[in-house]
């Protein structure tokens, strides 16, 4: 740390601020329940955020396609990144190829960096603890609906090794957290075979002996 508190830039790094390298976008539409459809263009929520990726096992809603047409500006691109804006503020996903052209509601921000290459680096960059604490501390409203700005995260300092350690890093930590979704895949499966078995066992359906 320096003096001031701030973390020491280590040789050839350099400091910048989230805004100077990312364009930041303010959430997309609020979808009332009587506006779903059964098909169309997902809606991606906070709840929707996992493990620096968007899952879509929470059921997501979705927008009727000629609604989607009307919101060109709030699609997705692949390397894009969501960060919540509201909740469990600075909670962050990268945007594959599989969510492209998907939307995104209005309690999430949506990053889309200047050099894509740096998208696996940054979304790790604001999955750090000492990340969550700088956002949360900058937070404003009640307890339970605090939320963060455009400004606020524009003004996030980025610690950026050299663009090939980026790479190098965002790849590896990537990674951990592909693992990571594995074993929480192989909890809730095992989780869902005890649930059946407790049923046909309590309900004298299977034998517990031959």
């Known amino acids: 740390m320096n003096a ?4 020491a830039t280590p040789a050839g790094w350099q400091r910048a601020a989230l805004g100077e390298i990312c364009d930041i976008q303010a959430g997309g539409p609020a979808l009332r329940r009587s506006e779903r459809v059964p098909d169309g263009v997902p809606l991606v929520r906070p709840a929707d955020l996992r493990n620096q990726r968007i899952s879509a096992e929470s059921g997501m809603p979705h927008v009727a396609p000629e609604r989607a047409d009307r919101l060109q500006k709030h699609r997705l691109a692949a390397d894009d990144i ?6 469990t503020v600075g909670r962050a996903a990268l945007v594959t190829a ?3 052209e998907w939307l995104y509601n209005t309690h999430l921000l949506r990053l889309r960096p200047h050099d894509r290459s740096q998208a696996s680096y940054l979304v790790a960059y604001l999955a750090r603890r000492a990340t969550g604490h700088w956002l949360e501390s900058r937070a404003v409203g009640t307890t339970g609906m605090r939320s963060i700005t455009v400004r606020t995260l524009s003004e ?3 610690m950026l090794p050299p663009l090939d350690q980026q790479r190098d890093i965002g790849a590896a930590l990537a990674a951990v957290d592909e693992k990571i979704r594995a074993h929480e895949e192989i909890v809730r499966a095992a989780g869902a075979l005890r649930e059946t078995l407790s049923g046909l066992l309590m309900s004298g359906r299977l034998p517990t002996r031959p």
């Open 4 to 7: 001031d508190g701030r973390e």
């Open 82 to 87: 969501l960060v919540t804006r509201t909740g």
């Open 98 to 100: 599989h969510e492209q």
């Open 156 to 158: 996030l300092p980025v």
